[in-house]
């Protein structure tokens, strides 16, 4: 289980590390220079995804607050509660990146056409209903979530080696599992719609692009390259959220947790925002240029 451990470290390490890069990068771009209306909602989502690596896998946020000797109970309640927030963050800026890609890529005489000015107009809005809303919903975590004493006395989930899930009425756990499930059912069948949709106006852009323009200039448009890069990251966050949503809902049913998928699990919920950064580091040419421009300098 050791060798597990060290692979998570390694992995919060590395997420946390290219989240960094990648936040600096968007700061530096939001403040200097002219950010394009998807550079606002990634540097939201890469600050999300700094936070969900600390939390998410029961490591090194943990790790800290024993060293500050905080109480156990409190500091459940307290990872518990903010990597629930994180993770709806997650999806719900996700959805908002996919969402607005859409919108920016429909052609002038779609139906989404109109929406492009609205959006920008709006975007400071929308961030502040998702944090609200988010930050409402997950309140069920500070109630439900404890320090671990005994399973056998209390009737506890064991989680981690110090956390556990406390018992709830059957009635509360169902109404719970029902609206957090259809939110992200919800927010997930929005990334699909817009992924088909998408798909179908790169390939008819790229169909009427072969009577105008050589195949070599079409590759080297801005904008397909970011569309591919948020399809390929919703396209994985979708694979990665029914792991997550699959062990979770097994775990929540037979209410026990094994240690060996609890480490699966965790390694499950930090590869999105492990990988998210490296990807979008690897797409994006400002990022590659600037690299390129800090070693040139630096030689």
Same mark, same amino acid.
């Given at each position: 289980?050791?060798?597990?451990?060290?692979?998570?470290?390694?992995?919060?390490?590395?997420?946390?590390?290219?989240?960094?890069?990648?936040?600096?990068?968007?700061?530096?771009?939001?403040?200097?220079?002219?950010?394009?209306?998807?550079?606002?909602?990634?540097? *939201?989502?890469?600050?999300?995804?700094?936070?969900?690596?600390?939390?998410?896998? $029961?490591?090194?946020?943990?790790?800290?607050?024993?060293?500050?000797?905080?109480?156990?109970?409190? @500091?459940?309640?307290?990872?518990?509660?903010?990597?629930?927030?994180?993770? %709806?963050?997650?999806?719900?800026?996700?959805?908002?990146?996919?969402?607005? !890609?859409?919108?920016?890529?429909?052609?002038?005489?779609?139906?989404?056409?109109?929406?492009?000015?609205?959006?920008?107009?709006?975007?400071?809005?929308?961030?502040?209903?998702?944090?609200?809303?988010?930050?409402?919903?997950?309140?069920?975590?500070?109630?439900?979530?404890? %320090?671990?004493?005994?399973?056998?006395?209390?009737?506890?989930?064991?989680?981690?080696?110090?956390?556990?899930?406390?018992?709830?009425?059957?009635?509360?756990?169902?109404?719970? &599992?029902?609206?957090?499930?259809?939110? $992200?059912?919800?927010?997930?069948?929005?990334?699909?719609?817009?992924?088909?949709?998408?798909? /179908?106006?790169?390939?008819?852009?790229?169909? *009427?692009?072969?009577?105008?323009?050589? /195949?070599?200039?079409?590759?080297?448009?801005?904008?397909?390259?970011?569309? !591919?890069?948020?399809?390929?990251?919703?396209? &994985? &966050?979708?694979?990665?959220?029914?792991?997550?949503?699959?062990?979770?809902?097994?775990?929540?049913?037979?209410?026990?947790? $094994?240690?060996?998928?609890?480490?699966?699990?965790? &390694?499950?919920?930090?590869?999105?925002?492990?990988?998210?950064?490296?990807?979008?580091?690897?797409?994006?040419?400002? /990022?590659?240029?600037?690299? @390129?421009?800090?070693?040139?300098?630096?030689?």
């Amino acid at each position: 289980m050791s060798s597990f451990k060290n692979v998570l470290y390694f992995q919060a390490g590395l997420g946390v590390l290219a989240n960094m890069v990648l936040l600096l990068f968007y700061i530096f771009i939001i403040l200097g220079h002219r950010p394009k209306p998807t550079d606002l909602i990634s540097c *939201q989502l890469t600050f999300v995804h700094i936070i969900m690596v600390l939390t998410g896998g $029961d490591i090194l946020l943990t790790d800290l607050f024993e060293l500050l000797n905080i109480e156990n109970d409190f @500091k459940c309640k307290t990872i518990f509660y903010i990597s629930r927030v994180m993770r %709806g963050l997650s999806i719900c800026t996700t959805c908002l990146l996919s969402v607005f !890609q859409a919108v920016t890529i429909s052609p002038s005489t779609s139906f989404l056409a109109k929406f492009k000015q609205k959006l920008k107009k709006y975007m400071v809005c929308v961030f502040l209903c998702i944090w609200s809303f988010n930050l409402a919903f997950s309140t069920n975590r500070i109630f439900y979530v404890g %320090g671990f004493t005994n399973v056998s006395e209390t009737n506890q989930m064991q989680v981690t080696k110090s956390c556990s899930l406390l018992p709830m009425n059957i009635i509360i756990r169902g109404l719970i &599992f029902t609206i957090s499930t259809s939110r $992200d059912v919800f927010l997930v069948g929005v990334m699909l719609t817009t992924s088909v949709y998408m798909v /179908i106006t790169m390939f008819r852009y790229h169909r *009427q692009c072969k009577y105008l323009h050589s /195949i070599s200039h079409l590759r080297e448009s801005p904008e397909k390259r970011a569309t !591919q890069t948020i399809l390929l990251l919703v396209s &994985f &966050f979708v694979v990665m959220y029914w792991v997550d949503f699959i062990i979770s809902f097994t775990s929540d049913m037979i209410w026990m947790y $094994d240690p060996l998928i609890l480490t699966v699990q965790k &390694f499950m919920m930090n590869a999105y925002p492990t990988i998210t950064p490296l990807v979008q580091i690897s797409s994006d040419n400002r /990022i590659i240029i600037m690299l @390129k421009n800090l070693q040139s300098k630096h030689q």
